[in-house]
């Protein structure tokens, strides 16, 4: 059962948890700093009460048209409800990616939906309350859903018994969503809690906060390459021209002389040599997003108030250029993060949630190779800190070889999902990849246990178009 604290004990569990951390605690009569995402206002769409079923596909074993499908606004954030008439008992949360900045909030069906209703699990997703990279919104409102399913239910004249089990999956900002949501840290300091027993991240940003670290690397190490290493990282757009032309023939596809030294940078700091990272480029059309993050002012758009950036970690390098990785280290900028940026807070979580690796329920998480945008370096973060908290043996990771960011089949999906569902039901641990091994993951044939490039009915219009290309272009599996 998963109950609601009354705000009393809340209080005095964060409080707990704070002490615990070795956080301060200012005092209570203090009021918590405002941020610009606290005034920002977004609207959900009022007016849903249900959603169209998944139009009917070869194999299936049940009639897609015959699910409860619900639909509404909980707490400001629309949601979706579907329960297959065999429900199993187990609920499954998803949690979509970044929405963008607008102030309508909208909602995404999970990718492998056909997969869970075919098996008599129901799902819910939620829009959550707010749009930009609001991973502690995404939190809160896909826990406040979990806690009034069987409200909802109850409420359109299906009443249902609590969920025997509760799991959590999410793609992209989602993955970062699905990670925190299963820490110690968020049971403690939420405000809506839930125990999940299993969870799977895909394509997620795993190293939370870091990912935006990595973002500034690859923007100083733009800026030093292309000979203006000192000019302030946030005038990005005064010297971006300049950068690109120096560094590019063509956007991304062709680097000059120059530009191949950066691909070799950025190859290292995205998980170093490894296949898909060249397709990536090519045509993989992820990097582009990456590189448009650049020129912030290190508060995620007003998701903090002070910067979160970090840069003191890197070292740099150019493959097969020692004299040049010198230079470059020399002269790159060095960003500090503001220490109080991302703090613990009494009202709840962090701005921005962590993904600590404190848990011990069965994840299984996927990653694209060739993902520029959130880099399977994400994987590589969340394995060292898992492990270094002694939770190892709780994750499962598995590399895929696509070319772009979440450019799984659902078949790829599916099987992580199913994996992590047995894992959890019958105590056996699938196998995975091991992510941080330089000489594994370096391998022509790294990512092969995993990928499936069969595509069915319900892929993403990416990988429709790029899992041909792909394998077109890259050394075949055994």
């Not at 949690?95 to 990718?111: E, F, K, M, R, V």
């Not at 209703?117 to 409102?141: C, I, M, P």
Request: a neutral charge; proline letters at 5%; hydrophobic letters at 40%.
């Amino acid at each position: 059962m998963h109950l609601h604290p009354t705000p009393r004990l809340a209080a005095l569990a964060v409080s707990a948890f704070l002490v615990s951390c070795g956080g301060s605690e200012e005092p209570a009569t203090v009021p918590e700093e405002t941020r610009a995402q606290d005034t920002r206002t977004f609207t959900a769409d009022a007016t849903a009460t249900t959603f169209n079923a998944m139009a009917a596909a070869a194999g299936d074993v049940t009639d897609m048209s015959t699910t409860s499908r619900w639909a509404g606004v909980l707490n400001g954030a629309g949601y979706r409800v579907e329960v297959p008439l065999n429900w199993n008992g187990k609920l499954v949360m998803y949690a979509h990616g970044y929405a963008g900045t607008g102030t309508t909030l909208g909602i995404s069906n999970p990718s492998i939906r056909r997969y869970l209703v075919q098996n008599g699990y129901a799902w819910a997703a939620s829009s959550y309350s707010k749009n930009y990279y609001d991973v502690r919104a995404g939190v809160e409102d896909t826990n406040a859903l979990a806690l009034e399913f069987t409200k909802i239910a109850a409420s359109r004249s299906r009443p249902l018994v609590a969920p025997t089990k509760i799991y959590i999956t999410g793609h992209s900002m989602g993955g970062h969503i699905t990670a925190a949501a299963i820490e110690d840290e968020a049971y403690a300091t939420a405000q809506n809690k839930v125990k999940y027993n299993g969870a799977v991240p895909m394509c997620g940003v795993m190293g939370d906060t870091e990912l935006f670290n990595q973002f500034a690397a690859m923007q100083v190490t733009a800026q030093a390459l292309a000979g203006v290493p000192s000019y302030p990282t946030a005038k990005w757009s005064e010297v971006s021209t300049l950068v690109t032309t120096t560094l590019f023939t063509t956007f991304p596809s062709v680097p000059t002389a120059t530009g191949q030294k950066y691909l070799s940078v950025l190859k290292n700091i995205t998980g170093g040599t490894r296949p898909m990272f060249d397709l990536g480029i090519a045509f993989g059309g992820s990097f582009p997003s990456a590189y448009g993050t650049f020129g912030g002012d290190g508060t995620v758009t007003g998701i903090l108030n002070k910067n979160i950036l970090d840069t003191n970690a890197y070292t740099y390098t150019i493959d097969g250029d020692a004299a040049g990785s010198t230079a470059l280290n020399a002269s790159v900028q060095k960003l500090t993060v503001a220490p109080t940026a991302n703090r613990l807070r009494r009202d709840g979580l962090r701005w921005i949630p962590q993904a600590n690796g404190e848990f011990k329920i069965p994840v299984v998480s996927i990653h694209t190779l060739g993902d520029l945008f959130v880099p399977f370096s994400m994987q590589q973060t969340y394995q060292k800190r898992v492990a270094a908290k002694g939770n190892g043996s709780w994750l499962v990771q598995r590399a895929i070889r696509g070319a772009s960011h979440c450019d799984f089949t659902v078949a790829e999906q599916a099987g992580a999902f199913d994996a992590m569902i047995k894992w959890e039901r019958d105590g056996i641990k699938p196998l995975g990849d091991d992510v941080v091994t330089p000489a594994t993951v370096a391998a022509t044939t790294y990512g092969c246990a995993f990928t499936n490039n069969t595509r069915g009915p319900d892929e993403s219009g990416t990988t429709n178009a790029l899992r041909p290309a792909i394998v077109a272009n890259s050394a075949p599996c055994p």
